[in-house]
Nanobody, 124 residues
Framework: QVQLAESGGGLVQAGGSLRLSCAAS????????MGWFRQAPGKQREFVAA????????DYADSVKGRFTISRDNAKNTVYLQMNSLKPEDTAVYYC?????????????????WGQGTQVTVSS
C-alpha cells in the first residue's frame, strides 16, 4: 500500500502561483511513477501531469504545458506540482496518484493509489 497526502492548495488570483506537494508513505516511493489529476465541479477528472520513477521523463496536458512543472524528490518521498500563470479554469480539486510503473503514465486507470485531493481556486 502507498498512502498519499496532498497539500498546498488554496485561493489565488489569476496570474498567481501555487505549489502543490504530495507526500507518500508505505512502499518504496521511487518504484512508482507519479501523476497529478484534477476535477472541476461538474466535470470528469482529467490528467494534468506525470513523472517517471526517477524523474527523467515528464508529460503534461496541453492545457497546462508551459505553465505547470511536475518534479519529485525521492529522498523526501514527495512529488510537487508548481503552477504558474494560473487561470480561473484551473480551479479544481487536485489529486496526486501513484502507478506501479516506471515510465510516465497518462491514463487514470493505470494508477493504483490516490490521495484525497486538495482544492485550488483561482479568482478572476
Amino acid at each position: 500500500q502507498v498512502q498519499l497526502a496532498e497539500s498546498g492548495g488554496g485561493l489565488v488570483q489569476a496570474g498567481g502561483s501555487l505549489r502543490l506537494s504530495c507526500a507518500a508513505s508505505g512502499r518504496t516511493f521511487s518504484n512508482y511513477a507519479m501523476g497529478w489529476f484534477r476535477q472541476a465541479p461538474g466535470k470528469q477528472r482529467e490528467f494534468v501531469a506525470a513523472i517517471s520513477w526517477r524523474g527523467g521523463s515528464t508529460d503534461y496536458a496541453d492545457s497546462v504545458k508551459g505553465r505547470f512543472t511536475i518534479s519529485r524528490d525521492n529522498a523526501k518521498n514527495t512529488v510537487y506540482l508548481q503552477m504558474n500563470s494560473l487561470k480561473p479554469e484551473d480551479t479544481a480539486v487536485y489529486y496526486c496518484a501513484a502507478a506501479n510503473r516506471l515510465v510516465v503514465v497518462r491514463t487514470e486507470g493505470e494508477y493504483n493509489y490516490w490521495g484525497q485531493g486538495t482544492q485550488v481556486t483561482v479568482s478572476s
